[in-house]
């Protein structure tokens, strides 16, 4: 059981990235997925969900910014963000959960599976 997190950068702010998150060893259709993000001297910190049926959710610093969404045929989800922030920067991870419970769905400890994290920095 395997996610590989990419596509992090350096971007100016207003800027957009795109990030993938690629599974491999198990269907991540069966999963949900959420994606976390931590910055230096921070906690980290939930940021979007997908349920395996594809509902989403937001945490507010991000709505309307970020979209997440997946593709099972490719086994892989994806964190598209817009209109970034120098607030954004942190490293990204995604994290999948078979048995994610909708009042905790952006707890790091419902996701039993991380990928390695993708460095986002936003700045000028």
């Known amino acids: 059981v395997q996610l590989q997190a990419s596509g992090g950068g350096l971007v100016q702010p207003g800027g957009s990235l795109r990030l993938s998150c690629a599974a491999s060893?198990?269907?991540?259709?069966?999963?949900?997925i959420g994606w976390f993000r931590q910055a230096p001297g921070k906690e980290r910190e939930g940021i979007s969900y997908i349920s395996s049926s594809a509902g989403t959710y937001y945490v507010d610093s991000v709505k309307g910014r970020f979209t997440i969404s997946r593709d099972n045929a490719k086994n892989t989800a994806y964190l598209q963000m817009n209109s970034l922030k120098p607030e954004d920067t942190a490293v990204y991870y995604c994290?999948?959960?078979?048995?994610?419970?909708?009042?905790?769905?952006?707890?790091?400890?419902?996701?039993?599976?991380w990928g390695q994290g993708t460095q986002v920095t936003v700045s000028s």
């Open positions: 994290a999948a959960g078979s048995a994610v419970r909708i009042g905790k769905r952006l707890s790091p400890n419902e996701y039993p599976h």
């Open positions: 060893g198990f269907a991540l259709s069966y999963y949900a």
